[in-house]
Structure formats: structure tokens, C-alpha cells
């Protein structure tokens, strides 16, 4: 049995998901706890190239978490279709 995804649910998953993700991201910029990750994320991955965060702005944290649903809507969607057009031709 062929299972057929529906492109706009896993758009609107992935988007969502990718959206959250960012939210999370803002959420930790505005609370001031960003550095410390990004911080600790290099020191795990042995990088030591230094970033600094920079001060939090709302209008841009609300572009970014927009773009970033968005992006992830396309690439589920994307995603979704490949499927769904591999499983035809398989």
C-alpha cells in the first residue's frame, strides 16, 4: 500500500516546528541566557571561534520566527511532493 503525504499538513508541521525552534531561540536572546549556549555549543563541538550575542530587538525576533515558519513550510511541502512523486515512480 502507497502512503500519500499531504503536502500542506507537513508544511504547516515542519513550519511550526522550525517556528517554535526560533521562538525558543528569541526566547533564550531576551532572557539573556543565549551566550551561555552558544557558549557551551562550541566548547562541545571544539570550535573556538568567539560570537557574542547581540542585544535583543522585537522586530527582527519577529521576522526571523516569521521566516523561519515559513522556510519550514516550504521545505515540508517540498518535501511532502518528493515523496509523494517518488511513490508514484517506485
Known sequence: ??????KTQFGLALGTLFGALHLLWVISV????????VDYWHGVHFLTEVHTIGAFS???????????????YVLGWVFAA???????KV
Open 1 to 6: 500500500m502507497k502512503t500519500t503525504l499531504n
Open 30 to 37: 531576551g532572557g539573556k541566557i543565549a551566550q551561555g549556549l
Open 58 to 72: 522585537i522586530g527582527p525576533a519577529i521576522i526571523g520566527v516569521i521566516i523561519a515558519f515559513i522556510s519550514g
Open 82 to 88: 518528493l515523496v509523494n512523486w517518488y511513490g508514484k
